[in-house]
């Protein structure tokens, strides 16, 4: 059953396994002209299997860059980011790409789903990197539809779909290739407040139900109190 | 869902665009292939046998210099030669009109010697052989001035003095031009103030062996006269002639330049915009787990796509309407007649459209390369 009410923490989070997620002295320095931005400031940070972190802070912080970092899709300045055992800056594009695709799920703030692609062909898209079968995909989409509550939907176009649902698809598309840890930019900044509840509450049965880390940036504390740990972020820096 | 669905679903996801762009592609490439056959129209030289044996003798100064007309038994003795007719251009009106076929003085019993090629009834050729006031014409001209044998033609001289009163006598299909008039060469030589020149002399070689050395023998025989003569096969005069439409062959290749040039920045400038418009979509594809050779893929079929839908509707349309229509024909009064699309012709607007799709995509697949999956989010939609 999924807990509905924010106060019932998900504090599912393994401590006896190795985490999911080492980062270590992690710097990120952006160079604007002559002048360097420190986005990220010698960050060491642990997140445990099952843990449903949210990471807030004000903009600017660096929030956004963790979290592109541990997803894979920038590389730090300096430090360490080993995700499930892979120190992930010491790959290279090609092969960060093939990790992406078996580790990650992506959830953004404005969906990003492709319009002219249905939810069906949205969820299939990341299955097309793969071995499977058409069989093999469409049961796998299926069930990821189904779990977030649109198996009726398949069809529809994004147009079709309200904001919630076009959310919850690209659950379904972070979903599909059942990657142990899905990250999420700010995912209900675009929604209304009953929308945003249900795409939480499914955020968070991922870590309860099917031991999913997720990683979420908001900068809005109720939905931070869907979390099992929230971290701050302020200038860069972890905030105590 | 394959990948080409996807690409085909993102290549007309703004139908209107990929509309125009397959139309601009099409319309440029059906323009490239018209000037490319009417190219070949103006410059193909026959090439069948009976040309091969022919040789053409004319003055060596230029084309518009006569030849005297005691050279004929000189080129008659020289071995290898079978046959030699004057053949002279005349030039005239017919019906008040700059006619678009040409009429030629000849020595008529040598017709079918020489120009073997092309057919009519013998009783025809007989009754042209016997009348030296007669004429006959090619079918093409015949059908399109609606003339029957029996009729009078008056041809207005306008290069040589006179005005030629012809009975038409036949009407010959399947020779080198279907459009010509011929007439008795003995029209010219009685005329008033003649001074016994033709505009060239027709050759047959008795056989292809002796076509080099009789164009050797024919050079010498009248090097160092007041009229020398340059002789070559058919074939060679034909790419001479050619070479007269030397500058209208540059103009032609520099339309061609500019109609690929155009169409290369229009493709370009179509993909780039498609690719720009959807930046954020590609870069979510990267995130997901698309690596650039990929991306490079897709962008390179969805521009190839919409190059050879373009290709198929422009040199498609080109071949329909030159291979199996009589409009340029009609539409040129039988002046363009072998208005075809080749084999070849279709080849290289195919090729020109492989290599468009190419080009157009290289410049969005490098900005795709270039553009790291975080920078691509930022986009805006």
């Given amino acids: 059953m999924r807990p509905n009410d924010p106060s019932v923490p998900v504090n599912s989070a393994d401590s006896s396994e190795p985490p999911v997620v080492r980062i270590k002295e992690l710097s990120k320095i952006y160079q604007q002209g002559e002048i360097n931005v420190t986005a990220l400031n010698r960050i060491s940070l642990d997140i445990a299997r099952r843990e449903f972190l949210t990471l807030m802070g004000p903009s600017g912080s660096g929030k956004s860059t963790l979290l592109h970092i541990i997803a894979g899709v920038d590389r730090p300045t300096t430090g360490h980011c080993v995700v499930q055992g892979v120190e992930v800056t010491g790959l290279s594009e090609s092969q960060l790409a093939d990790w992406r695709n078996q580790n990650v799920g992506f959830v953004f703030q404005t969906f990003n789903l492709l319009p002219v692609l249905t939810a069906f062909e949205n969820v299939e898209l990341p299955l097309l990197l793969t071995r499977l079968t058409s069989k093999q995909r469409k049961k796998q989409v299926l069930t990821a539809l189904e779990l977030v509550g649109l198996a009726d939907r398949t069809s529809h176009l994004p147009r079709q779909l309200s904001g919630g649902q076009e959310q919850r698809v690209a659950i379904a598309r972070a979903l599909v290739t059942d990657p142990q840890l899905i990250v999420a930019d700010e995912p209900t900044g675009n929604l209304d407040s009953n929308s945003a509840h249900e795409v939480l509450d499914i955020l968070r049965s991922l870590c309860s139900d099917a031991g999913k880390t997720v990683i979420m940036v908001t900068h809005d504390p109720k939905a931070a109190a869907f979390g099992s740990r929230n971290v701050h972020l302020e200038k860069g820096e972890l905030a105590p | ?381």
Wanted: contains cysteine.
């Fill in chain 2, 1 to 381: 869902m394959t990948i080409g669905g996807f690409i085909l679903r993102n290549a007309v996801r703004n139908k209107r665009r990929a509309l125009l762009s397959i139309l601009s592609v099409a319309v440029s490439l059906f323009l490239l292939v018209t000037l490319l056959v009417g190219l070949r129209e103006l410059t193909q030289p026959p090439s069948d046998q009976d040309s091969a044996a022919r040789i053409v003798v004319r003055n060596k100064i230029s084309l518009g210099n006569l030849l005297p007309r005691r050279q004929r038994t000189i080129i008659e003795k020289i071995p290898g030669v079978a046959a030699v007719t004057p053949f002279t251009w005349f030039g005239g009106k017919f019906r008040d009109e700059e006619v678009m076929f040409g009429q030629f003085a000849i020595e008529p019993k040598l017709l079918q010697t020489i120009f073997g090629e092309a057919k009519m009834p013998a009783e025809q050729f007989e009754a042209f052989v016997a009348d030296p006031t007669s004429c006959i014409v090619g079918i093409k001209t015949a059908e399109k001035y609606g003339l029957k044998i029996g009729e009078l033609m008056k041809i207005q001289g306008t290069f040589w003095p006179i005005d030629l009163n012809l009975k038409l006598v036949g009407i010959y299909a399947d020779g080198i031009d279907d459009r010509n008039l011929f007439f008795h060469h003995r029209q010219l030589d009685e005329m008033p103030n003649n001074t016994g020149e033709v505009g060239t002399w027709w050759v047959k070689a008795a056989t292809l062996e002796d076509v080099g050395p009789a164009v050797q023998a024919i050079n010498a025989a009248f090097a160092n006269t007041t009229a020398a003569v340059r002789a070559e096969t058919e074939r060679a005069f034909q790419l001479s002639f050619i070479s007269m439409w030397g500058n209208i062959k540059m103009l032609v290749f520099s339309i061609c330049s500019v109609v690929v040039f155009t169409l290369v920045l229009v493709s370009a400038s179509t993909m780039s915009m498609a690719v720009r418009e959807r930046f954020r979509e590609l870069a979510i594809l990267k995130a997901i787990g698309f690596q650039r050779r990929e991306l490079f893929a897709f962008i390179l079929a969805e521009s190839f796509g919409l190059a050879a839908a373009g290709a198929v509707l422009g040199v498609g349309g080109a071949w329909g309407l030159f291979n199996h229509t009589d409009l340029v024909a009609t539409a040129s009064q039988n002046f363009l007649v072998l208005f075809e699309v080749t084999p070849r012709i279709m080849a290289q607007a195919c090729l020109v459209a492989t290599l468009l799709g190419i080009v157009a995509s290289i410049a969005p697949s490098l900005s795709v390369a270039r553009m790291s999956v975080v920078q691509g989010l930022k986009t805006l939609d």
